[in-house]
């Protein structure tokens, strides 16, 4: 058994790793290194920080945030469905509708629920 098959992956890996720590290594040692106050201060929301880290935060920011992953998923899942329907006929065209079918009927609920008005 040849691991020649298996050349193209590790190429990838490779080149993949390459383009993701070569500009974070080359702005590290020749970047300019002047730290100052204004750099250093908080950026994420624009004021300093007035209440503890581990407060709670309101269930909405994460319904939002399952939104999005369902939505997304459903995107994802399309793609290689559409390429590939030729080859997997009426069945898996059918598959596809019951799938869609599901998630809409989830988008609708969520919608009559109120989760998608924000105040």
Sequence with gaps: MSLEPYLP????ILV???VGVGPMLL??????HR????KLSPYECG?????DARMQFDVRYY???ILFILFDLEIAFLFPWAVS???IGFFGFMAMMVFLAILVLGFIYEWMKG???WE
């Excluded at 992956?9 to 990838?12: G, P, S």
């Excluded at 702005?27 to 300019?32: E, R």
């Excluded at 004021?47 to 209440?51: D, K, N, S, V």
Aim: net charge negative; no cysteine; hydrophobic share 60%.
């Design 9 to 12: 992956v590790l190429l990838f």
């Design 85 to 87: 329907l030729k080859e």
């Design 115 to 117: 989760a998608l008005d």
């Design 35 to 38: 730290p100052d106050a204004q």
């Design 47 to 51: 004021f300093e920080a007035f209440e």
């Design 16 to 18: 993949g790793i390459a």
């Design 63 to 65: 319904l939002v945030a």
């Design 27 to 32: 702005g590290a040692l020749i970047g300019p």
